[in-house]
């Protein structure tokens, strides 16, 4: 009985000293016989010379649904797997997964490629409608190509003389219809139409300048198409 005794004590003190040892030693290496690295808790490698020529064969599942935990697994956040469905329901295909615990799903690692899946790229915001502009100090967003200018109120150079009334005269009204290709300016004959005249156009689209004998009609969009707008021009007094 005292020998049973004995023989029990020394297997209980054997295993206190496996657990000490065990709590000692926080890394583990597999493969070769050097020493772990220190930073890592499991250090896989195939000799001691760093050229091995195997790999780390990560679990091969095939996942129905990127939102389903594997059956019964409990959820840990980090679990990595590679997914052998090519049509896995929420995720991007085959390839090496991990788990997310703040979305609850499977996500794949980015691409080797650095694509990045249509469904990660952000498409519901609503576009804001504003153009960014620079008055060449400053960045400026607004919803008008031409607007806001930059005011200067008290302009280092001033009129040479006094500026004088001029009264203008319209010397046509019309509307005008015309097939209109971005890149492309269009001349319109108008024989009495001159560099010193002003012409206008409803179309906020198209710029009108005139020139002797003609307007020249400049688009403002990109692809061609036919627009229709009322033309007036004005000719001053001086």
Not at 37 to 59: F, I, R, Y
Not at 108 to 130: C, E, H, M, R, Y
Not at 203 to 227: E, K, S
Request: hydrophobic content about 40%; aromatic content about 8%.
């Amino acid at each position: 009985m005292k020998k049973m005794k004995k023989v029990l004590f020394l297997m209980f003190l054997l295993f206190l000293i496996g657990l000490g040892t065990a709590s000692l030693k926080a890394q583990v290496r597999i493969g070769g016989n050097g020493t772990p690295n220190a930073a890592a808790v499991l250090d896989l490698n195939a000799d001691d010379a760093n050229a091995g020529t195997k790999g780390l064969a990560l679990p091969r599942v095939s996942l129905t649904n990127a939102s389903t935990p594997l059956t019964g697994t409990p959820v840990v956040n980090g679990m990595m797997i590679y997914n052998t469905n090519a049509s896995t329901t929420g995720g991007s295909g085959v390839g090496i997964y991990y788990w997310d615990g703040s979305t609850s799903k499977w996500v794949k690692v980015i691409n080797s490629d650095f694509t990045v899946p249509l469904s990660k790229i952000q498409t519901s915001l609503a576009d804001s409608g504003l153009i960014l502009k620079s008055d060449g100090q400053n960045i400026i967003a607004s919803t008008s190509l031409w607007n806001p200018y930059t005011v200067i109120p008290n302009p280092t150079k001033g009129w040479t003389s006094e500026p004088k009334p001029v009264t203008w005269s319209v010397i046509l009204d019309t509307l005008l219809t015309l097939e209109i290709h971005p890149g492309y300016a269009t001349a319109i004959v108008i024989s009495y139409v001159s560099w010193h005249d002003v012409c206008t156009s409803s179309d906020p689209w198209i710029i009108l300048r005139p020139a002797n004998g003609d307007i020249v009609v400049f688009p403002m969009f990109m692809f061609a198409q036919t627009r229709s707008s009322r033309v007036r021009c004005y000719h001053p007094s001086v």
